[in-house]
């Protein structure tokens, strides 16, 4: 082997490790939250309406000694209880997903409790409501944990917020990531392919903005309405088709103008920015806020389109929400982060070489 050649061979051998430890590496990125779930600091509401009662030894308020055992643990860290003063606040903070759940004493609670004790009728039981629509996997743990304490000695009753339809059973759960993966990948495929089809050249780029445009709107129609039709298929959900539709056509488009900008600024090297997004972003699609690393609840969350995704997904499916919900407007702000994309992309260097992706064997690189 000549001294020509032993450089080519090396680099020969180093490419297929280098190969497997970007694969390690992205499959790590992958599934890292997802084998350190933990949950912590689930907000969980907490509400003492009972008035107390007047006993020969003085003013006696059960429900205090309740809150305050309740709320003297935070199970480990898992828990953050938040204090409401009325039902109505704590009814508002269910309907806009801030709590996992709520625990409320009811006013009369020391009354019943000691009119029972004197076999008079029965406490008026704490009712304990499990939000489940705010996240399915949360939701089943702490709907396990609270079924243990109403086995216990205190008057429990526990009720569902925003229930699950039944037709979904244990695949809500994995709804959300069903959603996300085909937006995603499809959105992917659309804006290279377009890319592929349109690049931009040294003249007409304004045209070819219009017609790459033009193709990621209707690559959003048939990526919004197909999605929707293949998840009602297989779940038989009856999930609302316009909501669905809409919602993850708007995502598509988002992720699109994304991919096209991106391509069109810097050429095929443009493809590591959507796949930065997945690798990153899949699984604050499907987890909670609350069970991420904080590496991802700090510098993915806050950003990442696919939790905007995810959140909607949400919303429309378990939450009563329509299209326009909490999430939409993230996916604006990342539609609109697209569209600048495109536009400003006009004004890269016309003489400047950019690869193109290359779809087509032999196709010439501009």
């Not at 209880?81 to 009811?106: G, H, I, K, M, R």
């Not at 109403?150 to 917020?161: I, R």
């Not at 392919?193 to 349109?198: G, L, N, P, Y």
């Amino acid at each position: 082997m000549n001294s020509t050649t032993r450089p080519h061979a090396i680099v020969g051998w180093l490419k297929p490790l280098l190969a497997v430890f970007a694969a390690l590496g992205v499959v790590t990125l992958l599934m890292a939250p997802m084998m350190a779930i933990k949950p912590r600091d689930l907000p969980i509401a907490v509400a003492n309406l009972d008035a107390g009662a007047s006993t020969p030894q003085g003013e006696l308020n059960v429900g205090d000694q309740v809150v305050a055992q309740l709320t003297g643990s935070n199970m480990n860290g898992t828990v953050k209880w938040v204090t409401y003063a009325s039902q109505s606040e704590v009814d508002e903070a269910l309907a806009s997903n801030e709590v996992y759940a709520a625990f409320v004493v009811p006013a009369d609670f020391t009354a019943s409790s000691a009119a029972a004790q004197q076999g008079a009728g029965e406490a008026t039981p704490i009712v304990i409501t499990v939000n489940q629509g705010k996240n399915p996997m949360i939701s089943g743990q702490l709907s396990t944990a609270f079924s243990s304490m109403a086995a216990g000695d205190l008057p429990v009753v526990q009720q569902v917020y925003h229930p699950i339809p039944a037709a979904l059973g244990l695949s809500a759960m994995f709804l959300p990531m069903l959603f996300v993966l085909m937006t995603y990948v499809a959105s992917l495929l659309g804006g290279v392919t377009t890319r592929s089809a349109f690049p931009l050249r040294a003249t007409g780029r304004w045209k070819t903005l219009a017609t790459q445009t033009g193709i990621a709107v209707l690559v959003a129609i048939v990526v919004g309405c197909t999605a929707t039709w293949i998840v009602n298929s297989i779940t038989g959900a009856g999930l609302p088709f316009a909501d669905f539709a809409i919602f993850l056509g708007l995502a598509c488009l988002a992720v699109v103008t994304i991919v096209l900008g991106s391509l069109n600024w810097v050429g095929i090297a443009g493809v590591a920015v959507p796949a930065l997004i997945l690798v990153l972003g899949s699984t604050t699609a499907s987890l909670a806020y609350e069970a991420l690393p904080g590496f991802w609840q700090n510098f993915v969350y806050p950003w990442n389109p696919l939790r905007f995704l995810g959140d909607g997904v949400r919303a429309i499916a378990f939450q009563d929400a329509g299209w326009w919900n909490a999430a939409t407007g993230g996916l604006l702000a990342a539609l609109a982060v697209g569209l600048v994309l495109m536009a400003t992309s006009v004004l890269t260097p016309i003489g400047r070489k950019v690869a193109e992706p290359k779809l087509i064997a032999g196709q010439d690189q501009q």
